[in-house]
């Protein structure tokens, strides 16, 4: 199996954001539809299709929905995780398959499905493929007026052990990865872009910055892309391209030289 092809956006939020994924359809619906192949579509994180404590009738819309895209479309979808995702069931319920030369939770057939933190993964496209390292996330920085494992997770801070997979992942494969996906950035690449990086001084607020800094120093990339920050920018410096509205179309073989570790 390969894809035709693969765009990726930023934070869908359950159905809040969705509309980006309606402007796909209303831009190339007619191509995708006729195109028999699988396609792909892959978000950044804060997905945020399973969050209540038990599926309900919001869930199973959304279900509906993807099932039906893909049914008209052939788009698939992937998402990194994000900050905004109830892991309780995201790690519990869900079952793990192969995908791609790693692991997937899916959330049934043809249904969405979360990559694992620290997964590598080569995507095959009809025009070749192209190898992706997933690392979601992200400190939630309204959390002390969440309720725990209610509206917020603490697995939202990924464990060391998942940081710890990326970069012997990164290791197995001379440290080259074509493509990096995750929700927030990494710490160097967030203090300059941003006047105010962190929000306050909650504690773990800069975890997940700084692990991702780790994997951005052990790494050869050539494009890095993430959600969390709801701005569209891309940052050639860094090679990286921050998506929220925006949906950008992923060739088999990305353009420029890796960034250098």
Not at 124 to 145: C, E, I, K, Q, R
Not at 155 to 174: D, V, W
Not at 175 to 203: A, C, N, W
């Amino acid at each position: 199996m390969a894809y035709s092809r693969v765009f990726i956006t930023g934070d869908i939020h359950g159905d809040y954001d969705i509309a980006k994924i309606d402007l796909i359809q209303e831009k190339i619906g007619k191509e995708l539809a006729a195109d028999p192949a699988d396609k792909l579509l892959l978000v950044c994180g804060d997905f945020g299709m399973i969050f209540d404590a038990r599926p309900n009738d919001w869930e199973r819309k959304m279900q509906a929905y993807y099932h039906n895209l893909y049914d008209t479309t052939g788009i698939k979808v992937a998402t990194c995780l994000g900050n905004h995702e109830n892991y309780d069931r995201i790690y519990t319920g869900l079952p793990v398959t192969d995908w791609c030369g790693d692991k997937i939770r899916r959330t049934g057939r043809d249904g969405p499905g979360y990559l694992v933190n620290g997964g590598y993964y080569t995507i095959p496209m009809t025009a070749g493929a192209f190898t992706l390292l997933a690392m979601g996330g992200a400190a939630s920085h309204d959390y002390p007026y969440r309720k725990a494992h209610v509206s917020w997770w603490p697995q939202e801070i990924p464990s060391t052990a998942m940081l710890l997979t990326a970069l012997q992942n990164l290791k197995a494969h001379g440290g080259q990865v074509d493509r990096i996906i995750t929700h927030t950035i990494p710490y160097s690449m967030k203090v300059k872009l941003f006047d105010h990086p962190f929000e306050d001084s909650l504690p773990n607020i800069r975890t997940v910055e700084r692990q991702l800094q780790v994997i951005d120093d052990h790494a050869r990339y050539t494009q890095w892309f993430a959600g969390h920050h709801h701005v569209d920018i891309t940052v050639p410096e860094y090679q990286l391209t921050l998506l929220y509205n925006g949906v950008v179309e992923l060739l088999a073989r990305p353009e420029g030289k890796p960034q250098k570790a």
